[in-house]
């Protein structure tokens, strides 16, 4: 059948099914949007749905309102032939669930869509429509049914804590088809082509498909195909269609609703009140159940006739008749431009991201009065420590009402940077669940941003806010005591009983509150808390578990008693669960007692009875037990985020085991001193581990803290022989090759239950030429010094050791150059195009086939070009552009140079509404090439967003009181 087109480029003739698919391809087309900014009823991610070209001469393309996300957003349209342009995210519907995207149509090379016309009035029941789209991904997917359901309520998508957009106040449509995820925003077209329906949703669990009528689709289309905002009102009231026989049971008889014209013949239900918003324009106007007869004196039984009326009447009075208490009554309420609650800017302030609430989140997640500031994203930002959830909405601040954006930023104009703010929340789905919060700006974050959508282009403007936010007085300074309890035993002050252990730790512990600034070394976790023991006041160190300093990007605050000050991350040991933070002692108003720890010398041993201080914030618990066991300690990285693992530590246990198993840090001590450390280790979010904790010796954490006492720079990283040891016991020692004169010296030993070291694994392969340990080897001795614990050859101070070793049932002598361990300590973070980049730390080096660079992409952020073009973290950067990569300075100053000059005024021109018309947002295509952990060499593609996701990096000095510093590349 020949198809005939107007001028326009509509399709006005029907043709047969097995042509529609072809005739309609090169109006099909494929979204991809990145989501940069959380915000309303979106998270910051990737969608990839569809589209369909609605007017070919202006490049309008129709898909979904959460296919287009309501926040800061770039996207992109691939036509058939695959060809890409950038989409302007021009309009969505405040509302329902549509949206229009434009193009510039003289971008387009060897292909012409058409037009697909919107008729809504060829909708009906029993129609037979295709859904043309991206299933799954798949380009051009067809799905057959038949309309089923016209008048079907809205469907109810998922009720979580990360609540989804859900529309209402419309019809949807219900039909056969099995269409999946990509397949929103398809065309429901009949057998002519035009589009009777846009699909919308699914249900997972059946094969019924949801689609959104046009009525309102066609109504916004006239107006934004003349670069117009379509005129859009509310009563702030969630409608609900209930038919005729409900309507009975609600007292509307038959002949009741005949006298007020409702014809049963012609409709199949009435419209009801389900939800009216506090504080809206029908708020004491309309209440629940009423049944609505009119508007204007126009019957209305449907959602099209009520906001055809609503949507004409912005800013004026609408008289409704409703059905109430077995009568009819008449009410006025002024129709409200719905714009007006349709937040448009967005704060970036202490890493969260806050905005106002919602008509669409108020009314059609919870009951509560559009008021108030919405705490959308919290990841560890400055309210993170409350763990709210995204339901939360901000009222009062220091006691003061913050309705709006407005009050928020003026009252941020008089707050102390260092000073708490005193935060009332409330949960919008549940307004009596309220909480008072004390939240506190971080040390280190992202520079405070106001974003702000222009309605005339769509685009978000980004504009830093600066507020003058000013630091309070520092307290008095207040001496404390230290010392260490060395050889001399006068040094020495007897802690003869638990209950004394006990009241000296109390008045050492102080509560640790970790917050990342960004993901590093693998951790992106949220804020980690726990205890920590204060070891040198005079110097302001705290011993706690590297738990707490998993990732050395934190921003730490400290809390003393009463007080809570700012500290830094000074030292995190590479190889054991340990590590060192730094306060002021300036800022302390207490005394803080000092700690004896045991000599250098001192080991704990198996049947040693021993007393066990551990608690957390709530308090301390002591008691008694005993050394039981002495054993390597290992774990293992998770194959997923690398995270740091321990090896060649050997660890104690005890029996009983203490009363506060999950405890950050405990002392274990013996009547004279401090000789043990009982530790919380790091556990993976990936892996769902159970909290473990394990002991150490005093001993492996003296050297550490004796160098941060007599420096101000981070400590050297120790060297080790990169090999995993293992105890091997006697008689297969014997049965490898040790000699028997050997065996029968360490059987001697008081110590020895499995006093054999030899090499479980080789966990960094050196080149041939370099003498190395092999899998097997036993060792005897280390610089003619017989080895009798894990300790004498975990890590040394040379650049190479002599060991006596068994290998193959021989006995030799092997001088081993030994190799720095990968510092923890990282000091520099580079985000570019979204992904993370620092130094490889250790277990990349030993998960690694090679080193292929010093650059390692570890992490991506959700929505970010490297999200939508790498499928693949855990990697080494080796050329961005056409420039080879080693070190992260080579990317900044690559980042440097592939900077769109466009970015400079682009925030001036979206304020004037001159925002680039296809959606082409500052950036580049970018050839970069990487190579996986496992040796794979892979070459993408990455288009960077220089206005979204500029280039920055997280810089820290070399010292160990230095504070991160922020700076944009």
């Known amino acids: 059948m020949t198809i005939d087109f107007n001028k326009a480029g509509d399709i006005t003739e029907s043709y047969s099914w097995s042509t529609l698919q072809d005739r309609l391809r090169d109006s099909i087309v494929s979204t991809n949007s990145s989501v940069a900014v959380s915000f309303d009823t979106t998270s910051s991610t990737l969608t990839n749905a569809t589209g369909f070209v609605v007017d070919a001469e202006n490049g309008i393309i129709l898909s979904n309102r959460h296919v287009m996300s ?56 029993g129609l037979e429509i295709r859904v043309i789209g991206n299933n799954s991904r798949e380009k051009m997917s067809v799905h057959q049914g038949e309309l089923s359901q016209l008048d079907r309520n809205v469907p109810e998508y998922r009720d979580s804590a990360y609540e989804s957009y859900n529309d209402m106040n419309t019809f949807y449509y219900q039909s056969s088809t099995s269409s999946k995820e990509g397949s929103s925003g398809s065309p429901v077209v009949d057998v002519a082509g035009d589009a009777v329906a846009i699909n919308s949703g699914g249900n997972f669990y059946s094969s019924s498909s ?27 009231t969630v409608f609900h269609h209930q038919s005729h026989v409900k309507a009975e049971l609600l007292g509307l008889t038959t002949e009741l609703a005949a006298s007020e014209g409702i014809d049963k013949e012609n409709s199949t239900g009435v419209l009801t009140v389900k939800k009216v918003v506090p504080k809206g324009p029908a708020d004491g106007v309309l209440k629940v159940g009423d049944i609505v007869v009119s508007v204007n004196g126009t019957v209305v039984t449907g959602f099209p006739e009520l906001f055809e009326i609503i949507d004409g009447a912005v800013g004026q009075n609408v008289s409704l008749r409703v059905f109430r208490n077995h009568e009819f009554t008449t009410v006025n309420a002024t129709v409200q431009d719905i714009y007006q609650v349709t937040p448009t800017r967005a704060l970036r302030l202490g890493n969260s991201i806050l905005h106002e609430l919602s008509f669409q989140e108020a009314a059609a997640r919870g009951s509560t009065a559009v008021t108030g500031i919405k705490i959308n994203n919290d990841y560890n930002g400055m309210f993170s420590s ?409 890590c040394f101070d040379t650049s190479e050791v002599e060991l006596l070793i068994i290998r193959k049932g021989q006995e030799m002598t092997i001088t081993i150059p030994t190799a720095p361990l990968c510092d923890a300590n990282i000091r520099k973070v580079i985000c570019w195009a979204g992904m993370y980049l620092q130094e490889p730390f250790h277990t990349v080096l030993h998960q690694s086939v090679r080193l292929a660079s010093n650059v390692y992409m570890f992490m991506f952020d959700s929505g970010t070009p490297a999200m939508a073009e790498s499928y693949h973290d855990n990697m080494f950067v080796v050329e961005i552009g056409e420039n080879a990569i080693y070190t992260l300075d080579e990317v900044a100053q690559v980042a440097k140079l592939l900077k769109d000059p466009k970015q400079t005024g682009f925030n001036a021109d979206i304020a004037e509404n001159k925002g680039f018309r296809s959606g082409t947002v500052p950036g580049r295509d970018v050839k970069i090439r990487v190579v996986l952990v496992n040796g794979d060499e892979v070459v993408k593609s990455i288009r960077t967003n220089d206005h979204y996701y500029p280039a920055w990096q997280l810089v820290r000095g070399p010292r160990i009181d230095d504070k991160w510093v922020y700076k944009a590349i």
């Open 210 to 236: 949801f689609f959104l009528p046009l009525q309102r689709v066609k109504y916004a289309f006239e107006f934004v195909r003349q670069g117009k905002i379509p005129p859009r009102g509310t009563l702030q």
């Open 386 to 794: 409350a763990d709210l959830g995204r339901r939360r909405v901000i009222t009062e601040i220091n006691y003061k009402p913050i309705p709006n954006m407005d009050a928020l930023i003026q009252l941020l104009q008089i707050v102390h940077y260092d000073e708490p703010l005193v935060v009332k929340v409330r949960d919008f789905k549940e307004p009596r669940d309220e909480a008072v919060i004390v939240a506190h700006f971080p040390q280190v974050a992202r520079p405070n941003a106001l974003f702000t959508r222009s309605l005339e282009t769509g685009f978000w403007s980004i504009e830093p806010l600066k507020l003058p936010l000013t630091h309070s007085p520092k307290l008095d300074a207040v001496e404390a005591e230290f010392s260490i309890n060395e050889d001399n035993p006068e040094n020495s002050a007897i802690l003869s009983t638990a209950s004394d252990i006990a009241a000296r730790i109390q008045q050492c512990s102080v509560w640790i509150e970790a917050r990342p600034i960004c993901p590093a070394n693998g951790y992106n976790a949220a804020h980690a808390r726990g205890t920590g023991l204060v070891v040198d006041p005079q110097r302001g160190l705290i011993l706690c578990s590297s738990r707490l300093a998993k990732n050395p990007t934190s921003n730490i605050s400290v809390t003393f008693g009463a007080m809570r000050i700012s500290a830094s991350l000074a030292y995190i040991h590479p190889l054991y669960p340990f590590a060192f933070v730094k306060y002021d002692p300036a800022l302390v108003d207490c005394t803080i007692p000092k700690l004896e720890l045991s000599r250098p010398s001192s080991r704990l041993d198996v049947g040693d009875s021993v007393n066990i201080v551990t608690g957390t914030q709530s308090g301390l618990v002591c008691s008694t037990a005993a050394v039981s066991e002495r054993c390597m300690l290992s774990t293992y990285a998770c194959k997923w985020c690398l995270e740091q693992r321990f090896f060649n530590i050997e660890q104690f246990s005890l029996s009983p085991l203490p009363a506060q198993v999950g405890s950050d840090i405990g002392l274990v001590c013996s009547n004279d001193a401090i000789q043990g450390l009982w530790l919380c280790l790091p556990t993976c979010l990936h892996c769902n581990t159970i909290c473990k904790n394990v002991g150490i010796d005093i001993s492996l954490i003296r050297p550490s803290l004796v160098q941060l006492q007599t420096s101000d720079n981070i400590p050297a990283a120790p060297r080790v022989l990169d090999v995993e040891f293992k105890h091997q016991s006697l008689a297969e020692a014997r049965a490898l090759g040790v000699s028997s004169s050997y065996i029968k010296y360490l059987q001697k030993l008081s110590t020895a239950a499995q006093p054999i070291l030899s090499v479980n694994r080789i966990l960094r392969v050196r080149s041939p030429e370099i003498p190395s340990l092999e899998v097997g080897d036993i060792i005897l001795q280390v610089n003619n010094c017989h080895v009798k614990h894990m300790d004498e050859v975990a």
């Open 70 to 125: 309501a926040g800061p957003s770039s996207h992109k349209a691939t036509f058939f032939n695959n060809q890409e342009v950038p989409l302007q995210p021009f309009y969505y519907d405040p509302e329902h669930d549509f949206a229009f995207f434009r193009y510039d149509p003289a971008e387009l090379k060897g292909i012409k869509p058409r037009a697909i016309k919107l008729v809504p009035e060829k909708a009906r029941s």
